[in-house]
Nanobody
Framework: QVQLVESGGGLVQSGGSLRLSCAAS????????VGWFRQAPGKEREGVSC???????????FSADSVKGRFTISRSNGENTVYLQMNRLKSEDTAVYYC????????????????????WGRGTQVTVSS
């Protein structure tokens, strides 16, 4: 059974850090591009970061302008996990964070379009207090 499970969310003060994890079971995550998305109350789901496959591609990363320089996406292939390191958090980063994949190698130019992804985790809540 294919499954993605996010963890690592929580309550943090503005300026703080969190590291989110996306653990996969039922398939090998390093074969595929993986995206992180977030959805705040009343807002549409938006792309945060994406990482290309490290098996068949070079693991290039992409991030939304709003998080560049603050968030870093990475892989731990031996653990079948993708991470999102979030530093200098702001109140506007408050959202439910999801990881997703559609079993392709590369993120591509439309990596931020959530509708193109098929497999999703249930999300983890991140709350940043000001």
């Amino acid at each position: 059974q294919v499954q993605l499970v996010e963890s690592g969310g929580g309550l943090v003060q503005s300026g703080g850090s969190l590291r989110l994890s996306c653990a996969a079971s039922g398939f090998t995550l390093d074969r595929y591009a993986v995206g992180w998305f977030r959805q705040a109350p009343g807002k549409e789901r938006e792309g945060v970061s994406c990482i290309d496959s490290s098996d068949g591609a070079d693991g290039s990363t992409f991030s939304a302008d709003s998080v560049k320089g603050r968030f870093t996406i990475s892989r731990s292939n031996g653990e079948n996990t993708v991470y999102l390191q979030m530093n200098r958090l702001k109140s506007e980063d408050t959202a439910v964070y999801y990881c997703a994949t559609d079993r392709r190698l590369l993120c591509g130019s439309s990596w931020y379009v959530w509708r193109t992804y098929d497999d999703w985790g249930r999300g983890t809540q991140v709350t940043v207090s000001s």
